[in-house]
């Protein structure tokens, strides 16, 4: 069975400064892995994926994450935040053999002018 | 490309009554969707796999008389809420599986039914 835990229900942080969201994984086969945003009221947008390619995943808006399989880990990071990156992250894992995607329980970030 | 609409975008309803919601994949064939529920500030959760032209299959817990679903071409899948009570108030997502990309689902943007 797959599963993904965030380990931050919610993280604030001031205008300028990095981000880190944390998300560890478990998983018996090689997963994909994803990371997904959330405004109020809208759907998902799609941050950025592992699919077993390069570790290190750079995606849209400045945000990348790093696979690392001896700590189970994709932690979602970003140098400096902006005011428009206040919402809801999700953590989501998927194994090919299926294609169903399990969500993490999400992390609200807020950002502090 | 790899856009997934839904419809309508909110919808408020009697209880009793019956809501149809739609969802699209507009620029690809989409060979399976499918159907998540979220409730205030929570994760997602999914409800049923639909493969066009098959039965869905619906996860642990999902009613599957009341949530029915219907995937009659590669481009259209529907949830009907059948007999809404204010419980089944949630916000509703679709997603769509294009091929080539076997492991990423489009999101369409979601559909929030209020049952009164």
């Known amino acids: 069975a797959q599963s993904v835990t965030q380990l931050d229900s919610h993280v604030s942080v001031s205008e300028g400064t990095p981000v880190l969201l944390r998300c560890n994984y478990s998983?018996?086969?090689?997963?994909?892995l994803f990371w997904y945003v959330q405004h109020p009221n809208k759907g998902l947008q799609l941050l950025l994926k592992?699919?077993?390619?390069?570790?290190l995943v750079k995606g849209i808006n400045g945000f990348e994450a790093e696979f690392k399989k001896s700590e189970t880990s994709f932690h979602l990071t970003k140098p400096s935040a902006h005011m428009s990156d206040a919402a809801e992250y999700f953590c989501?894992?998927?194994?090919?053999?299926?294609?169903?995607?399990?969500f993490g329980a999400g992390t609200t970030v807020t950002v502090r002018a | 490309g790899a856009v997934v609409s839904q419809h309508p975008s909110w919808v408020i309803c009697k209880s009793g009554t019956s809501v149809k919601i739609e969802c699209r994949s507009l620029?690809?064939?989409?060979?399976?969707m499918f159907w998540y529920r979220q409730f205030p500030k929570q994760s997602l959760m999914l409800m049923a796999t639909?493969?066009?032209?098959?039965?869905?299959?619906?996860e642990q817990g999902v009613e599957k008389d009341k949530f029915l679903i219907n995937h009659a071409s590669l481009t259209l899948s529907t949830l009907t809420v059948t007999s809404a009570h204010p419980e089944d108030s949630s916000f509703y997502i679709c997603?769509?599986?294009?091929?080539?990309?076997?492991?990423?689902?489009?999101f369409g943007p979601g559909t929030r039914l209020t049952v009164l």
């Open positions: 997603s769509a599986r294009d091929g080539p990309s076997y492991n990423e689902q489009f």
């Open positions: 998983s018996s086969y090689s997963p994909s």
């Open positions: 592992y699919t077993s390619a390069a570790t």
């Open positions: 989501v894992v998927s194994l090919q053999a299926d294609y169903k995607l399990s």
């Open positions: 620029d690809f064939q989409a060979t399976t």
């Open positions: 639909s493969n066009e032209g098959s039965k869905a299959t619906y």
